[in-house]
């Protein structure tokens, strides 16, 4: 009897898509003689509102190429949860610029991807 198995959804251009997208969003740059690091999802989201509302935008391209890398509705879900969660963080004047550089919620959904689709 020949055995069979689920293919597995791991995809290495995906992989490399979406750690490059997390890093860029959360942790691609650093402030000079310290080691906290931040990425363009902190940048642009010091602009009130529209700043945080193009981080989401930014945060959604990530989550969409999870989509199509073959990520479970359950990994998606989770992932949506937390961009939408960054977003309502970084609605909070000046505070809320702070807290979205410690969130990290493009990193924690990188994680939750690359988890998902090595199966």
Same mark, same amino acid.
């Given at each position: 009897?020949?055995? =069979?198995?689920?293919?597995?959804?791991?995809?290495?251009?995906?992989? !490399?898509? $979406?750690?490059?997208?997390?890093?860029? &969003?959360?942790?691609?740059?650093? $402030? +000079?003689?310290?080691?906290?690091?931040? %990425?363009?999802?902190?940048?642009?989201?010091?602009? +009130?509102?529209?700043?945080? =509302?193009?981080?989401? %935008? *930014?945060? #959604?391209? &990530? $989550?969409?190429?999870?989509?199509?890398?073959?990520?479970?509705?359950? =990994?998606? #879900?989770?992932? %949506?949860? !937390?961009?939408?969660?960054?977003?309502?963080?970084? *609605?909070?004047? $000046?505070? %809320?610029?702070?807290?979205?550089?410690? !969130?990290?919620?493009?990193?924690?959904?990188?994680?939750?991807? &690359?988890?998902?689709?090595?199966?």
């Amino acid at each position: 009897m020949a055995e =069979t198995s689920l293919p597995c959804r791991y995809d290495a251009r995906a992989h !490399n898509r $979406i750690e490059r997208m997390a890093r860029l &969003l959360d942790s691609g740059l650093r $402030i +000079p003689g310290t080691e906290i690091r931040f %990425g363009a999802d902190a940048l642009i989201g010091a602009l +009130p509102v529209v700043g945080d =509302t193009l981080s989401l %935008g *930014l945060s #959604l391209w &990530l $989550i969409r190429d999870a989509h199509k890398a073959g990520c479970r509705r359950s =990994t998606l #879900l989770r992932m %949506g949860a !937390n961009a939408a969660f960054d977003w309502a963080l970084g *609605l909070v004047p $000046i505070l %809320g610029d702070a807290l979205d550089i410690a !969130n990290r919620a493009n990193a924690r959904n990188a994680r939750l991807a &690359l988890e998902d689709l090595r199966g």
